[in-house]
């Protein structure tokens, strides 16, 4: 199993920054590539950013590219997400998640085996 523990949410004024952080512990190996999603209330979960443990690409979806950027500290088990120039449309609860599937980095919410509990982003305008 792989347990998922995000942090770094919070309340920001549009215009503002956060940088999001994912921890991974447990059977790490077992993760190829990690994800961020967002649900806003009453809205579906959507992809935000992708990446792999062992580099190669990093999608984004077209509603954060050139704001957000993903990132990862292999030493730590951790991947980061840097919000800048924020917006009230970001507001949501953000989750990591992990791909078990060698080979894939995805913006499918259904290729994510693990997820993590989410943190709450409140962009004020």
């Known amino acids: 199993q792989v347990q998922l523990v995000e942090s770094g949410g919070g309340l920001v004024q549009a215009g503002g920054s956060l940088r999001l952080s994912c921890a991974a512990s447990?059977?790490?190996?077992?993760?190829?590539?990690m994800g961020w999603f967002r649900q806003a209330p009453g809205e579906g979960r959507d992809f935000v950013a992708a990446t792999s443990w062992s580099g190669g690409p990093t999608p984004y979806a077209d509603s954060v590219k050139g704001r957000f950027t993903i990132s990862r500290d292999n030493s730590k088990n951790t991947v980061y997400l840097q919000m800048n120039s924020l917006k009230s449309e970001d507001t949501a609860v953000y989750y990591c998640?992990?791909?078990?599937?060698?080979?894939?980095?995805?913006?499918?919410?259904?290729?994510?085996?693990?997820w993590g509990q989410g943190t709450q982003v409140t962009v004020s305008s």
């Open positions: 447990g059977r790490t190996s077992n993760m190829y590539s």
């Open positions: 998640a992990a791909v078990r599937t060698w080979g894939v980095i995805s913006p499918r919410v259904s290729d994510y085996a693990y």
